[in-house]
């Protein structure tokens, strides 16, 4: 064959390449994945670009994960919830329980995440409402985004684990960017799920609904104990938890 022959017919073959940002790769090759910027990955096994999640390089150097020979992200599992720290942060006056999940409803929105939000709070005054109660359902919480491969990246198993430590931080916000720092997180619960009862007086802003200085509310630490880090100042700020029911 003319070599300036072969030439054409290999481009045509792959327009994969950065001029482009075409990502169809030849017939019997890694369609989306490439070897490199200009050459088509070959091969459909799991070792090259199959259905096995191998990892693959597209054009322009993101590492995306490998779905039916076409890179992508995963998809959550059916029936998956999802689970997020707000970007915003608030003092403790939320307006409440109620206000509480408002504000997680509008974050959601924000992020275009659909369904039914509340946030990880507990009341300790008075009538004593555990945050493990208000949440509804049996997940499995995944984070909102996925990881630099594109798996999603689970959180909780189901309900129960919810009185256990997060599988991993809970460090996404609603639109699925990873935290640059840490964030303290108003919750007012125990590990257990419970409201707090780290002391004989207050632990959730006058049931979250005082901000001023002088009383408190418990947090959490996105890279530390994720629900019962310490008490803060309700005049303080701090993100929420917010889980898809």
């Not at 995963?74 to 942060?89: Q, S």
């Not at 049931?207 to 947090?219: K, L, R, S």
Request: some cysteine; charged content about 15%; aromatic content about 8%.
């Amino acid at each position: 064959m003319n070599r300036a022959l072969l030439v054409v017919f290999l481009i045509a073959a792959s327009s994969c390449g950065p001029a482009t940002q075409q990502y169809v790769c030849g017939p019997n090759n890694c369609t989306g994945c490439c070897a490199s910027a200009e050459i088509c990955d070959t091969g459909t096994t799991d070792f090259r670009c199959g259905k096995g999640g191998a990892s693959c390089n597209v054009c322009g150097g993101s590492a995306p994960l490998c779905v039916d020979q076409a890179c992508g992200v995963e998809a959550l599992p059916a029936g998956a919830k999802l689970v997020f720290v707000t970007r915003t942060t608030y003092s403790g006056n939320l307006g409440g329980l109620t206000g509480a999940d408002g504000l997680c409803a509008a974050a959601a929105g924000a992020g275009s995440l659909s369904g039914t939000w509340r946030a990880w709070l507990s009341n300790t005054v008075g009538t004593r409402v555990n945050a493990f109660d208000r949440i509804q359902g049996d997940g499995p919480w995944y984070l909102t985004g996925t990881d630099t491969s594109g798996r999603r990246i689970k959180a909780f198993n189901n309900k129960a684990s919810l009185r256990t430590a997060p599988l991993a931080p809970i460090d996404r916000n609603e639109l699925g960017v990873k935290l640059t720092n840490g964030q303290f997180v108003w919750t007012g619960t125990e590990p257990t799920g419970n409201a707090s009862t780290v002391s004989a007086y207050d632990n959730s802003c006058a049931n979250w609904t005082e901000g001023a200085f002088g009383n408190q509310g418990d947090i959490g630490d996105v890279y530390g104990q994720w629900t019962n880090q310490r008490g803060q100042d309700c005049a303080s700020v701090a993100a929420l938890y917010c889980f898809q029911q």
